[in-house]
């Protein structure tokens, strides 16, 4: 038997925002497994930021499979550690089959929640939050916090926690649409448009009592106008730059208020989720009891079909998904 599969592949490396001329669907054949091997069919894969600066750095290789995570189902084994039928979660790219030995292949139960939730609130999106505010950022009750891009898959996981923490929090984004969504269904204090008046101000407006912790997902311009508004002691856990991620070499706009850091005594530090591996258990246990209280609250936005990964890459950065951004595969 063999099953024929669809791969998004790479046709150049873009200048600026991708476009669909930076991706192609490539049609492929994937054999039965051999012995110890096993095929899976893709069923969703997971659209991240931090997928965009591979595009141009050389580490996605122009004519390859674009990288990134993926849930899928074994449909054909001969290794004895999976069985047809088993849900897996896997790393091998954007297509609709393949065929491993099944290094870095899991085996996922879902435990009762829906699967997707492995891939954003459960997953490795929901770490990267949950270590970022409580691990790096020392997060503590009652604190004032800030999160940037606040309706994205990271920042409204990041901003929920805050609340569950008893602390005001502020919230960035790109519309008043996702405005409503951060203080009607998250419950946040406040929500700012930051494609409407002057940033600096409106933030400065919205933190009378100053920010302990920042929450930062996209460098320059709202770094820059966090900083005068730091607490003494406050900090600032890095999880990304995405203002960023479509200039050359990813170089950041100017930040020009860093001397704050010197007064105020704010630290500053990135990271990313392999830094607390060893408290995943700890993570999970949190998740898993907010979701069933109802503290925690999570929305997808799903692009239909394996031809619109490109699209939905390109959506992260025109402002196209509130929360968690997946291409659900036919």
Known sequence: ????????????????????????????????????????????????????????????????????????????????????????????????????????????????YPETLYMHVLGTTGFTAWGGMLVVGELKEGENVFVSTAAGAVGSVAAQIAKIKNCYVIGSTSSDEKCDWLLNTLGLDVAINYNK?????????????????????????????????????GRIPVCGMISAYNNFGAISEGVTTLAN????????????????????????????????????KYKETIFDGIEKAGDALIGLFTSENIGKMLVKLD
């Open 1 to 112: 038997m063999t099953f024929h599969s669809r791969e998004i592949h790479l046709t150049q490396a873009p200048s600026g925002l991708p476009t669909p001329a930076n991706f192609e669907v490539v049609g492929r054949q994937v054999e039965e497994p051999q012995d110890g091997q096993l095929v899976v069919r893709n069923r969703y894969m997971s659209v991240d930021p931090a997928m965009r600066p591979r595009l141009s750095n050389g580490q996605q290789r122009v004519g390859s499979v674009m990288s990134g995570g993926a849930l899928g189902t074994v449909v054909a084994s001969r290794n004895s550690r999976f069985r047809e039928g088993d849900t897996v979660l896997n790393g091998m790219g954007f297509r609709e089959y393949f065929v491993s030995d099944g290094s870095g292949i899991n085996i996922l139960d879902p435990a009762g």
């Open 261 to 296: 850091m010197i007064y105020q005594r704010v630290t500053m530090r990135g990271f990313v989720v392999y830094d607390y591996e060893d408290k995943r258990e700890q993570f999970l246990d949190d998740m898993r009891r907010w979701l069933s209280t109802g503290q925690m």
């Open 197 to 233: 008046g002057v940033l600096r101000k409106n933030l400065k407006a919205a933190a009378p009592n100053g920010i302990d912790v920042y929450f930062d997902n996209v460098g320059g311009s709202h770094l820059d106008a966090a900083l005068p508004r730091m607490n003494v002691l």
